[in-house]
């Protein structure tokens, strides 16, 4: 596609339930990135992938939260056990790969637990 | 550890200049950028400055970089309507597979 992808653009959820969010990156990038926006706050780094394994995972919050990218290309970020804190926009980022300097970002899936 | 810092608010007039400016702790950053964000939008990609430069010029925007100060300002000339939005500045640490550290983003608000 033209650019980054992601769906569902909106996703509302109960407390305690499970939720998987999509990201389709630009065709041929190698590098896949997520992150976390919080109201008011600048987007904060979970995980990023080089081709299927996951380079650095240092952002994640927790252990329910869990990121996969199984062919090199759609990532889908699973968080278990929802909470309230949870709810915030997960943006997801590609590049060419690794070193290069230019990342896209997609529109976002803005996630809220109730 | 990498923090990034910026004012929050920013008002100009319609065909003034804008200033925005950051402040960063990592020294050992490659590139630094600029990133806007419209209401309910995702991050466009203004410009970036590799760290080695200490001044990019791209149509309108003009990147200012002071290593030495660890400071990074974005000029935005002839300001216009359109350009209101969250501007983040963001930092890509050394050896860290392209990883961005945001900071807060400065809300410019252009009033005509």
């Known amino acids: 596609g033209a650019g980054v992808s992601q769906t569902p653009s909106n996703k509302v959820t109960e407390k305690g339930k499970y939720v998987e969010l999509r990201c389709d990156p630009i065709?041929?990038?190698?590098?896949l990135y997520w992150y976390r926006q919080s109201l008011g706050q600048g987007p904060e780094f979970l995980i990023y992938f080089q081709g299927t394994g996951a380079a650095d995972d240092s952002g994640l919050p927790n252990d329910r939260f869990f990121a996969v990218r199984p062919e090199g290309s759609v990532s889908t970020l699973k968080i278990q056990r929802t909470e309230r804190g949870d709810s915030a926009v997960y943006l997801c980022?590609?590049?060419?790969?690794?070193?290069?300097?230019?990342?896209?970002f997609g529109q976002g899936t803005r996630l809220t637990v109730v | 550890g990498e923090d990034v810092e910026q004012s929050l608010f920013l008002s100009v007039r319609e065909g003034d200049s804008s200033v925005i400016n950051c402040t960063y702790t990592d020294s050992s950053s490659t590139y630094l950028y600029w990133y806007k964000q419209e209401p309910g939008a995702g991050l466009q990609l203004l410009t970036y400055i590799f760290s080695n430069m200490d001044m990019k010029q791209d149509q309108r925007l003009t990147v200012l970089l002071n290593k030495k100060d660890k400071h990074l300002s974005l000029r935005i000339a002839d300001t216009q309507t359109g350009d209101s939005a969250i501007y983040f500045c963001a930092e890509s640490p050394y050896n860290q597979g392209g990883k961005l550290i945001f900071g807060q983003g400065t809300e410019l608000s252009v009033k005509p």
């Open positions: 980022a590609s590049s060419l790969d690794r070193v290069a300097p230019e990342a896209f």
């Open positions: 065709s041929g990038h190698t590098a």
